[in-house]
């Protein structure tokens, strides 16, 4: 590959020209844009040259694959076991040498007994605290009415496609999308699960999981 | 401000967001929940990215394995001083580079489909189909290199500044990318329409 870097600074011909990509993708900044938009009006050129890219981009962008939800569940489970391997490696590493060292010292055994008698109360303490602290709402907040769904959709998927998916789920978009494309879905409570699945099993649903995970499993 | 009892998750004026951040201190803290779902939110995506830096799909699983592993292992790293989106995909960015230095790879224009087996037609979307894989062949005669600064602007949107971050390099250095790779484009695009 050519290593050699251009330098930009030079006619507004050239620097606008070198931005055009960015004013396709519209992420210039204001200042920049405004330069770019001005030189615009005048350059017959850098007209042509923005109808390329369009069409470049609309092209780039296009996607014949999409990536189905049994495809992703595999890669995750396909990690998944590589972490655990990886844990259990870690743990089989460090423990030998660790333990054999501490051991040997027979003050040892009353401080982990000591330990694990404060974890045992402690943890006692906690499900006692959890199981009568009440949740934690907003005043104007219904009770439980919903619950949210973090919904990927296909990147090509058309807005009539997702309203009709949406409509079928009786769910809203709460938020979204966000840098990564992620919606937030509420569902109504009672048909959390069977809507979950029917996204699941929806072409152009890439992600469908549970936010509150413990109140809609 | 409402917290969730996971704590991933904020709402602001009674919407609530999905905040990568904190879903990646998560990941940090080795939650291997939080962790499966950054994967699926990621997963389409990086799986594309990669696969069209390499145009090698048989190596995309283990790249893509190769970049999680990073996330899972370095999300103790992220310093919020870019976007989560922005450090995850120079992790795969640097692995795709890596898994082609380590296989010597320079994929061949010739290692695409042929688009001259799709049969032309009337159908508009045939024709798109053709126009895309007369683009997919063009940008197989580019670097991996320049493939991923087109990729990066117009399949996933990034600023100039962004690439910049993602490739690690100057923003300079990305604008020149772009410049070689749309020249270069142009000349094998006009190319094949003169042998059409």
């Known amino acids: ?217 | 401000m409402l917290i969730t009892q996971t704590g991933t998750y904020k709402t602001r004026g009674g919407a609530t967001a999905l905040d990568e951040a904190a879903l990646l201190e998560r990941v940090a803290a080795e939650e291997m929940d939080a962790f499966e779902t950054l994967y699926r939110v990621y997963h389409p995506r990086l799986k594309r990215f990669i696969e069209r830096m390499t145009r090698q799909p048989a190596w995309v699983d283990e790249v893509l394995d190769d970049t999680m592993l990073v996330v899972w292992r370095k999300a103790h790293t992220y310093n919020h001083d870019s976007k989560v989106s922005t450090w995850i995909f120079a992790i795969a960015y640097r692995q795709t580079l890596k898994a082609l230095k380590r296989r010597d790879a320079v994929p061949e224009f010739g290692q695409v489909e042929d688009a001259s087996a799709v049969a032309p037609g009337p159908d508009v979307e045939l024709q798109q189909h053709e126009l895309r894989q007369y683009l997919d062949d063009a940008l197989g005669t580019l670097s991996a290199e320049h493939r991923a600064v087109i990729e990066l602007t117009y399949y996933l949107g990034y600023a100039c500044r962004e690439i910049a971050d993602i490739l690690d390099c100057p923003v300079d250095t990305v604008k020149t990318r772009m410049f070689y790779a749309r020249r270069k484009l142009k000349v094998v695009l006009a190319a094949r329409r003169e042998a059409i």
């Open chain 1, 1 to 217: 590959m050519n290593g050699r870097v251009l330098p930009f600074e030079g006619s507004a011909h050239v620097e606008a020209d070198r931005l055009l990509p960015w004013l396709v993708n519209g992420t210039l900044c204001d200042e920049e844009r405004g330069l770019v938009e001005q030189h615009l009006v005048d350059c017959a050129q850098c007209q042509r040259e923005v109808e390329w890219l369009r069409a470049l981009q609309a092209q780039a962008a296009c996607d014949d694959k999409t990536t189905d939800a049994a495809d992703t569940h595999q890669a995750v489970q396909r990690l998944r076991r590589r972490i655990d391997a990886e844990r259990v490696g870690r743990r089989v590493e460090v423990r030998p040498a660790g333990w054999r060292r501490w051991g040997r010292r027979p003050w040892v055994k009353g401080v982990i007994a000591a330990q694990a008698a404060i974890i045992l109360m402690l943890g006692i303490a906690l499900i006692h605290d959890s199981r009568t602290a009440a949740a934690y709402r907003t005043l104007g907040a219904a009770a439980v009415p919903d619950t949210r769904l973090v919904v990927v959709f296909d990147p090509h998927l058309s807005e009539a496609q997702m309203r009709r998916l949406l409509r079928a789920s009786d769910a809203r978009i709460v938020d979204g999308p966000t840098d990564a494309g992620v919606y937030v879905l509420s569902v109504p409570s009672t048909q959390t699960k069977a809507v979950r699945e029917a996204l699941r099993a929806a072409p152009g649903v890439s992600l469908v999981e549970g936010l509150d995970s413990d109140r809609e499993r």
